[in-house]
C-alpha cells in the first residue's frame, strides 16, 4: 500500500519526466552549443553564446526593454485593477456576477484576437484611442502606438488585467465586512477606511497578482509580436526570431534560458519577500 | 456593505469600456462591406465571414484546434483523475515536490516551453507532427485539468465510499460506481477548462506547429503578422463567439468565479 500514491501518479509522472523535464535539460545543454550558418549546430560545450548575450549591449538593451515593459504593465494593472476589484466586491448580486464574467471573461479569449483589436484601435495616427484621446482635450496631437513600447504596454496591460482583478477580488473574498463598519461606526471616513483597514489587507493580494502579472508580462510573446512589429524585439520574440528566422538555436536557447532564470528568480524572490512581510499578520 | 458612489459607478463604467473595446472593436469590423479595414456605420455585410470559407487553411486550423483540445484534455483528465487521487488520499515522501512538477507548466514561460519541446521533438523525430502537439498541450493544460479534478477528490466524502465498502462492494466497484461518478462534475469543468486554455494557447504552439499542422491562433497570428485585413477580424470575432458561447455555458453549470478563482492562478 506504500506504493499505491507513485503508482497512481505514475502516467502523469512517466509524462513529465519526458516531455518536460528532459526537453529543458536539453534546452539548456543546447545553450551551450557552437553554431555556424553553414555547419548548423555542434554539439559542443562552449560558452560562446552566454558570454554574447551577458556582454553584447544589443542584449542588455532588449532585456532592459522586456522588464521595463514588464514594469509599467504591473503598475497599471495595480493601480487600475485593485480599484475594480473593490468596486466589483460591493455590487449586488446579478451585477455582481455579470461583472465578474464580463471582466475576467477575456481571459479566455484568444490573446491572438485580443490583441488585435488593439492593433485596430491604435491603427496608425487617425486610430480610434487617438481620436478619442484629442476629442477628449488629454491631448494635442496623435500618440504613436503601433510599435511602441506605450503601445505594447497598454494592450499587455488589457491582456493581463483580469489576472490583477481575480487576484485582489480573491483576498478581498476573506475580508470581513464586520472590521469596515468597525471602522464607519468609530467615525473613520470613507477614505480612511479604505487607507487603513482595506488597503493593508488586500496588499497581499494585489502582490501576489503583481507578482503573476510581471512573471506573464515579462514572458509575453504574441502581443509584443504584433504590437512591436518586425524592430522593437523584447526577450521572448527575440528568441522566436533566433529559432525559426536566424536559425541559431543555441543562441536563443540562451535568450531563453536567462529569460526564465531571471524570472524565477525575480518570482522566488519576490514570493519570500511577500512572505516574510505579510507573515507576522496573516500567519 | 455599503454601496459604491456615482464616482465609483464611473471609474467601473470606464474599466469596463477599457476591458470591452479591444473585443468590441474586432467584432464591428468583422462586418465591414469594404475591401479594406474600416469601421462600418450604415452598412453591414457578411461578405468577409463568407470570405473564411474561401481560405481552407483557417477552416483546417479551427478543425485541428478542435481535435487538439478535446483530446489533449481528455488525455490530461484520465491523466490527473489517479495522481490527483494520490495527492488527495495519501502522505508520501515527495508529494509537495510531484504537485509543483505537476503545476510547473503555469510557471514556466509557455516561449521556454515551445522551444524545449521543439528541441525535443526534433531530436526523437517527431517535430511539426500532430504527436508531438497533442504531446504539448496535454503538459500545457494539465495543471488546469489536475486543479479541478483534485478540488474535487478533496471534497469527496470518504465515508459513502467506506459504505460501500461494509455492504461488500469491492474495489474496483467502488472506484467505478461510487468514485467517478462523484467527481465527474470536476472532472468536466476540469475538461472543459483545459480544453479553452488548450483551443487559445499560441506562443508554445507556433514553435512546434508545422505549415501542416498549425492550429487556429498560430494560423491568424502568422497572418497578422503578414498583413491585417478584414478576413482575420471575421475569423477572430468567430472565435470571439466561440469562446463567449463556452463561458456562459461553463459560468452557468460550474459557476466562472469557482473555476478561475482556485488554486493555482493565485495559489500562493
Same mark, same amino acid.
Given at each position: ?6 503508482l497512481?501518479s ?8 519526458g ?6 535539460v ?9 553554431w ?7 554539439p559542443?560545450f ?12 544589443y ?44 471582466? *475576467? $471573461?477575456?481571459?479566455?479569449?484568444? /490573446?491572438?484576437a &485580443? ?7 491604435f =491603427?496608425?495616427? %487617425? #486610430? ?6 484629442m ?37 478581498l473574498?476573506?475580508l470581513?465586512?464586520?472590521?469596515e463598519?468597525?471602522?464607519?461606526? *468609530? $467615525?473613520?471616513g470613507?477614505?480612511? /477606511?479604505?487607507? &487603513? ?7 497581499? =493580494?494585489?502582490? %501576489? #497578482?503583481?507578482?503573476?502579472v ?30 525559426l528566422?536566424?536559425?541559431?538555436w543555441?543562441l ?16 522566488? $524572490? ?14 | ?10 471609474y ?6 477599457f476591458m ?9 469590423v ?12 450604415d ?5 468577409w ?38 495527492i ?7 508529494r509537495e515536490a ?28 517527431i517535430?511539426?507532427t500532430f ?10 493544460v ?14 469527496l ?13 469491492s474495489?474496483?466497484?467502488v ?44 494560423r ?8 491585417i ?28 468565479e ?11
Amino acid at each position: 500500500m506504500r506504493l499505491a500514491p507513485y503508482l497512481l501518479s505514475l502516467p502523469a509522472l512517466l509524462l513529465f519526466a519526458g516531455v518536460v523535464v528532459v526537453p529543458l535539460v536539453m534546452t539548456v545543454l543546447l545553450s551551450f552549443h557552437d553554431w555556424g550558418q553553414y555547419k548548423g549546430i555542434e554539439p559542443v560545450f562552449i560558452l560562446k553564446n552566454w558570454q554574447e548575450v551577458l556582454t553584447d549591449s544589443y542584449f542588455h538593451e532588449m532585456f532592459a526593454r522586456t522588464f521595463r515593459i514588464a514594469f509599467f504593465v504591473t503598475l497599471l494593472a495595480a493601480v487600475f485593477g485593485a480599484p475594480e476589484a473593490y468596486i466589483l466586491n460591493r455590487m449586488k448580486s446579478p451585477w455582481r456576477g455579470l461583472f465578474l464574467l464580463v471582466i *475576467l $471573461g477575456p481571459l479566455l479569449i484568444s /490573446v491572438v484576437a &485580443r490583441t488585435l483589436g488593439w492593433a485596430l484601435l491604435f =491603427g496608425g495616427n %487617425s #486610430g480610434l484611442v487617438n481620436k478619442a484621446l484629442m476629442s477628449a482635450g488629454l491631448i494635442s496631437a496623435p500618440l504613436p502606438f503601433m510599435f511602441t513600447e506605450t503601445g505594447m504596454v497598454v494592450a499587455l496591460a488589457h491582456v493581463l488585467m483580469p489576472y490583477m482583478v481575480l487576484s485582489v477580488w480573491a483576498a478581498l473574498q476573506r475580508l470581513d465586512p464586520q472590521i469596515e463598519n468597525a471602522a464607519v461606526a *468609530l $467615525g473613520a471616513g470613507p477614505f480612511t /477606511v479604505l487607507r &487603513r483597514i482595506v488597503l493593508p489587507q488586500v496588499m497581499p =493580494g494585489i502582490l %501576489s #497578482g503583481a507578482i503573476i502579472v510581471f512573471a506573464l508580462a515579462a514572458s509575453a510573446f504574441a502581443t509584443p509580436a504584433i504590437i512591436g512589429g518586425r524592430r522593437l524585439k523584447v526577450a521572448s520574440t527575440l528568441a522566436y526570431d533566433e529559432f525559426l528566422n536566424t536559425l541559431n538555436w543555441p543562441l536563443g536557447a540562451a535568450v531563453a534560458v536567462l529569460l526564465l532564470l531571471a524570472l524565477v528568480a525575480i518570482v522566488i $524572490g519576490a514570493s519570500r519577500l511577500v512572505e516574510r512581510r505579510y507573515a507576522q499578520v496573516f500567519g | 456593505m455599503s454601496k459604491n458612489g456615482p464616482l465609483a459607478l464611473a471609474y467601473h463604467t470606464l474599466f469596463v469600456a477599457f476591458m470591452l473595446a479591444p473585443i468590441l472593436v474586432v467584432c464591428w469590423v468583422a462586418f465591414t462591406p469594404e475591401g479594406f479595414l474600416s469601421f462600418p456605420t450604415d452598412n453591414w455585410s457578411l461578405r468577409w465571414f463568407y470570405a473564411i470559407a474561401r481560405y481552407p487553411e483557417f477552416v483546417s486550423a479551427f478543425w485541428r484546434s478542435l481535435w487538439l483540445g478535446a483530446l489533449s484534455s481528455a488525455i490530461a483528465v484520465g491523466v490527473s483523475v489517479p495522481a490527483a487521487l494520490a495527492i488527495a488520499r495519501y502522505r508520501f515522501p515527495g508529494r509537495e515536490a510531484m504537485t509543483a512538477l505537476f503545476m510547473s507548466p503555469l510557471m514556466i514561460p509557455h516561449i521556454v516551453l515551445g522551444i524545449a519541446f521543439l528541441r525535443f521533438f526534433t531530436q526523437i523525430g517527431i517535430g511539426g507532427t500532430f504527436v508531438g502537439l497533442v504531446l504539448a498541450h496535454i503538459v500545457i493544460v494539465l495543471p488546469f485539468a489536475l486543479r479541478l479534478t483534485l478540488a474535487s477528490a478533496i471534497g469527496l466524502d470518504r465515508a459513502i465510499e467506506h459504505a460501500a465498502v461494509s455492504l461488500g462492494a469491492s474495489e474496483w466497484v467502488v472506484l467505478r460506481r461510487i468514485t467517478l461518478p462523484l467527481v465527474l462534475p470536476g472532472l468536466a469543468s476540469g475538461w472543459a477548462l483545459a480544453f479553452i486554455n488548450s483551443f487559445d494557447e499560441v506562443t508554445m504552439t507556433v514553435f512546434i506547429a508545422a505549415p501542416g499542422t498549425e492550429t487556429l491562433p498560430v494560423r491568424m497570428f502568422l497572418y497578422i503578422q503578414d498583413n491585417i485585413d478584414p478576413l482575420v477580424t471575421s475569423v477572430s470575432a468567430c472565435v470571439i463567439a466561440i469562446t463567449v458561447a463556452a463561458l456562459v455555458v461553463m459560468d452557468r453549470a460550474y459557476g466562472l468565479e469557482k473555476l478561475l478563482v482556485g488554486r493555482g492562478v493565485d495559489g500562493r
